[in-house]
């Protein structure tokens, strides 16, 4: 018997959500994070020294080491403990302080000038009238309880109610074995059955192969026009292409009989 399409596994950031729109570096962004993080710190704490260049220098400094760290362990940053454990090296008193309050200081939210591919809305639509479950994995530092955020505001959350999956939650970073795991685990699929599309060759691509998942990369105009990614297949520009992709792997998906 053919096996059956159950889950489609998609990357989030440059699969789902197009980020070459932005326009603001991302020290102004984090700059106004942490000017309302540093206003919870001088209301909690009364340590009116912490400005917040200080806190923003200490902060970027700290994320790139995690983040060097995480690349050579493939074990994941987690975003609020690296903020908290700045502001205790700041020498904050971080034990009077409510995590989750710093973190609604902080307002993790959409990034002006991110959309959504235009192709999404209208694929993920389709796939689920098909019955497919749909999930979510990204290598992101933040837990996907701030990630929702984005997903709400872009009108997407309502299409992955069973996986959503940050590597911050996972404790590990695609492509270790691991999180295409767990992400397997709370779609209720096998590897054989599920399908994953993400921008990324090395993490997306050969860690969900690496499990047993057929993937598609999805490249950038720009990548194709440079000639990047040429040796990849299959390959997708719109995810308009992904349908005629999942015909030929699981013929008879669209009603449910592959």
């Not at 018997?1 to 596994?9: C, E, H, I, T, Y």
């Not at 060097?68 to 020498?91: F, Y």
């Not at 933040?142 to 069973?162: N, T, V």
């Not at 399908?195 to 997306?204: L, W």
Request: with cysteine; charged share 25%; aromatic share 8%.
């Amino acid at each position: 018997m053919a096996v059956q399409l159950k889950g489609l596994l998609f990357d989030f950031d440059d699969t789902l959500v197009d980020w070459s729109g932005v326009q603001l570096a991302w020290r102004e962004i984090e700059a106004a994070r942490l000017s309302r993080v540093k206003d919870y710190v001088w209301q909690q704490s009364r340590a009116y020294w912490l400005k917040t260049d200080l806190l923003l220098e200490a902060y970027l400094q700290d994320t790139r080491a995690a983040w060097s760290q995480a690349r050579a362990t493939l074990r994941a940053p987690h975003m609020p403990s690296i903020l908290v454990n700045t502001l205790k090296r700041l020498g904050v008193a971080t034990e009077s302080l409510d995590v989750d309050e710093i973190l609604r200081a902080y307002d993790w939210n959409v990034v002006p000038g991110t959309v959504v591919f235009p192709d999404v809305p209208p694929v993920l639509l389709v796939l689920r009238q098909a019955g497919i479950k749909l999930g979510i994995v990204t290598n992101a530092s933040q837990p996907m309880a701030m990630r929702d955020a984005e997903l709400a505001a872009h009108g997407l959350i309502k299409f992955f109610p069973d996986c959503r999956l940050s590597a911050a939650d996972a404790g590990y970073l695609k492509p270790d074995r691991r999180i295409f795991t767990l992400a397997l685990e709370r779609l209720g699929t096998k590897p054989g059955e599920t399908v994953f599309v993400g921008d990324n060759p090395d993490a997306d691509i050969a860690g969900a192969r690496s499990v047993g998942m057929k993937a598609v990369l999805r490249v950038s105009e720009r990548a194709e026009e440079n000639g990047a990614f040429t040796s990849y297949q299959p390959r997708l520009r719109s995810l308009e292409q992904l349908p005629g992709i999942l015909d030929c792997w699981y013929p008879g998906w669209r009603n449910g009989s592959a």
